[in-house]
């Protein structure tokens, strides 16, 4: 039963680090790439982490056994999603304020140049001039 | 446990295939975020075979190895995405 239980969690995980690796592959945008990869990282060793942390806790005596095993790998995960998080946010921010550079350097913008409706212009006074 | 060992083979095996799949979007990828993007996934899936293999092999150090990745690719993306524009 608990091979059944471990093996099985180790099958989801790996399921989700393979479709955030494709995702990465084959996604045509950066932010949609970022949400593959932080999928991939977030539930894919989340995954593999529980069965880990599973087969730690009720295995065979040995090197990969204890409460403290288990501990570590959760500090390992919650690191990871902390990281994945911040890597996320700035990776993004990054991408979105050199593509606008880039935009400015070719066309340099008018008076509601090109914006819709939402603007991105995050200042107070929401961009008026 | 001759079950579990042979699956943590088996996903160590597929994880060892992701690692290698992410170097393509990193030599690919057209702005330097997406190789950086990869360079986090290569960190988080390394960490996930680091700590399969540290099971595996009965090498607890491996797990240590796996923080240390994983905390790389964040200091590698901060201090990327953070440097005083030049």
């Known amino acids: ?129 | 446990m001759g079950a579990i060992d042979i699956a943590l083979v088996v996903v160590s095996a597929i994880l060892l295939v992701c690692v290698v799949a992410g170097l393509w979007r990193g030599v690919r990828g057209p702005t330097p975020e997406d190789r950086l993007t990869a360079f986090v996934l290569l960190g988080t899936s390394g960490a996930a075979l680091f700590i399969v293999l540290a099971a595996v092999a009965g090498a607890p150090a491996l797990r240590d190895a796996a923080i240390v990745v994983v905390a790389l690719a964040t200091v590698v993306v901060v201090v990327y995405t953070r440097r005083s524009p030049t």
């Open chain 1, 1 to 129: 039963m608990r091979d059944v239980v471990v093996i099985g969690l180790l099958a989801i995980g790996t399921l989700f680090f393979v479709a955030g690796t494709i995702g990465l592959l084959r996604f045509p945008d950066l932010p949609t790439r970022l949400h593959a990869v932080a999928k991939a990282d977030n539930l894919g060793l989340g995954f593999i982490v529980a069965a880990l942390a599973i087969w730690a806790l009720t295995g065979e005596p040995g090197e990969s056994a204890g409460v403290g095993v288990a501990a570590k790998l959760g500090l390992i995960w919650v690191l990871c999603l902390v990281g994945t998080a911040a890597n996320s946010h700035l990776l993004a921010g990054h991408h979105r304020a050199a593509a606008r550079a880039q935009r400015d350097r070719v066309a340099p913008a008018d008076a509601n140049d090109g914006e819709g409706p939402i603007s991105d212009d995050t200042r107070p006074s929401g961009g008026a001039p």
